[in-house]
């Protein structure tokens, strides 16, 4: 059984006051469903506020999670955050999210080299993948979702892959208010994500690793997909931004296996 994780990438937004306003506003909520191991809950905040948050959520059972890092271990790599520099602040760390690639031209051997990268320093990747919406309208889902994951998991062996947490986030609906359904969304990550993992570990791996959605989750449209077989929980946006929101997303998690 998997165990569903719900994370809340903040992105750029958020100052030291507001961060520890809201993470105040959710702890207590979040330490209860994180409490029971039903459901794990990672917030994802920007790099500043990293040891804010991990020592307002110490002891709560809420996991950090850091929202990107370099590949290399240190350097004259100016504006840039090392996996070691993380360690002492997150468990998780968000790789390949569209916003990397299509903003910062990070390509798919990059974010190889990072997940590597992640777990040479005891940090979980939490991998990212999609589709654009032209290649959505074009049918190509598949064959695009299937190339990210087989380049994602160059050199890894299976035992690697199995802590592996990814994230499939159509980047026609990012922030965009527009969802996939949730049978959309079950059915590339079961035949796309799954099927390239099986491809490459076979299927028992397949089947053990952790996939979310992502895509303008809200509390009002996660019921679609957390009911769904294939989806383990959701890297959630804007809506991880208001407390309220965020725990009733978290809550829904505990429907996944009940």
């Known amino acids: 059984m998997r165990t569903p994780i719900l994370a809340g990438n903040w992105k750029m937004n958020t100052n030291l006051a507001s961060a520890t306003e809201l993470v105040n506003a959710m702890k207590n909520d979040l330490s209860q469903l994180a409490a029971n191991g039903n459901v794990h809950v990672v917030l994802c905040p920007p790099f500043p506020y990293l040891a804010r948050v991990n020592e307002l959520t110490r002891g709560t059972g809420i996991q950090v999670g850091a929202q990107n890092m370099y590949y290399e271990l240190k350097g004259a790599f100016t504006g840039e955050v090392a996996p070691a ?23 798919d051997e990059v974010v190889n080299k990072k997940i590597h990268a992640a777990l040479a320093n005891d940090l979980k990747p939490i991998v990212c993948c999609g589709e654009a919406l032209e290649t959505y309208e074009n049918g190509e889902t598949d064959v695009w979702v299937r190339g990210q994951i087989h380049a994602a998991m160059q050199g890894l062996s299976a035992d690697q892959v199995r802590g592996l947490v990814i994230a499939y986030e159509p980047i026609w609906a990012i922030g965009t208010g527009k969802a996939a359904t949730g049978a959309g969304a079950n059915a590339v990550i079961g035949i796309s994500i799954r099927g390239a993992l099986a491809d490459l570990y076979g299927e028992d791996v397949a089947q053990s690793v952790r996939v979310q ?46």
Do not use: W
């Open 85 to 107: 520099m993380l360690v002492d602040f997150a468990e998780y760390v968000i790789i390949g999210h569209s916003e990397r690639r299509q903003i910062f031209h990070e390509s």
């Open 213 to 258: 959605y992502g895509g303008s989750v809200t509390a009002k449209n996660i019921d679609e997909f957390i009911v769904q077989p294939d989806i383990d929980g959701a890297l959630v946006g804007g809506a991880s931004l208001k407390a309220d929101e965020f725990i009733a997303i978290c809550r829904a998690g505990l429907k996944k296996n009940s």
